[in-house]
């Protein structure tokens, strides 16, 4: 162990608790090819050491650990894999996002199970996190109206359930994998009223399409009540005050206020009523 905290370590461990080595370690020039071998040599055999070694009740990954077990590596990856083979199935996909909760005006599920009816019906995949509150409301619409319904869902402490409304499914540990999958197969991208969750992937996706690291997709935004606060916020602060974003990226999103308005929005901006 290093003195220095800040003096960087492999932070795989190997067979028999042995350091591997770190592609990033090499002390003269290497090219990109070796680089990646050397790469793909640590995960190898942490991907092989690890798939005997996960835990019947895993700890959470913490910050910045000293060392990463290499039975998490083979989890993310196993995560990874099993994810990218379900969501290969589906060709046509809308991933609907909201909380969990059954808090919202019964308005709300009512307006994602119709949402979802309706394009399921054109030939959507409807994906969800696969649990309660408006993620079983979109499954339901999808499910109801004879459609793929896929439930992506979170190992939680309260045991969150998967609903009854899927046709496929998969459990997640990791947030980051699940949100991945997510949005990887999607077309369009639906956000209902939510809390933390559903504004953390809101923000994120806003912020990978700002950035060009994955394709302007259509970004629907249901019930004006709820985020018109959320939009001014951005337009006054973010915008005007602080300058913390461009005029152009308040124009990657729709707000929309009812099924019908939120259904023509989706078939053209996909291009799918024109198909």
Same mark, same amino acid.
């Given at each position: ?176 994998? #699940?949100? $991945? ?7 369009? &991208? *639906?956000?209902?009223?939510? =809390?933390? +969750? %559903? ?54 999103? #729709?707000? $929309? ?7 023509? &929005? *989706?078939?053209?901006?996909? =291009?799918? +009523? %024109?198909?």
């Amino acid at each position: 162990m290093h003195d220095d905290p800040f003096v960087e370590e492999p932070i795989v461990d190997a067979p028999k608790g042995e350091a591997l080595a770190s592609p990033h370690e090499a002390r003269e020039v290497v090219t990109t090819q070796e680089r990646h071998h050397a790469m793909g040599t640590v995960l190898t055999s942490a991907i092989e050491e690890g798939k005997h070694q996960v835990p019947a009740e895993p700890a959470p990954l913490v910050s910045r650990p000293n060392q990463l077990e290499s039975w998490r590596i083979f989890k993310i990856m196993s995560e990874f894999v099993e994810g990218f083979d379900l969501i290969r199935k589906y060709a046509l996909a809308a991933s609907f996002f909201g909380s969990a909760r059954e808090t919202l005006d019964p308005s709300i599920y009512q307006a994602a199970t119709d949402l979802s009816g309706k394009l399921a019906k054109a030939g959507f995949a409807v994906i969800t996190g696969g649990s309660n509150g408006i993620m079983q409301a979109a499954n339901r619409g999808a499910y109801e109206a004879g459609g793929a319904s896929i439930g992506l869902n979170i190992r939680l402490s309260d045991n969150q359930p998967t609903n009854k409304f899927v046709t496929d499914q998969m459990m997640f540990d990791h947030f980051f994998v #699940r949100k $991945v999958m997510l949005t990887f197969a999607s077309e369009v &991208y *639906i956000y209902f009223p939510g =809390g933390f +969750g %559903t504004l953390d992937e809101f923000t994120e996706i806003l912020t990978l399409v700002q950035t060009k690291k994955i394709r302007p997709i259509p970004i629907v935004l249901y019930s004006k009540a709820y985020w018109e606060p959320l939009m001014e916020f951005f337009t006054k602060h973010l915008l005007e005050k602080y300058h913390a974003i461009d005029q152009a990226d308040m124009s990657l999103f #729709r707000v $929309v206020d009812s099924v019908d308005e939120a259904y023509e &929005y *989706i078939m053209s901006a996909t =291009g799918v +009523g %024109t198909r």
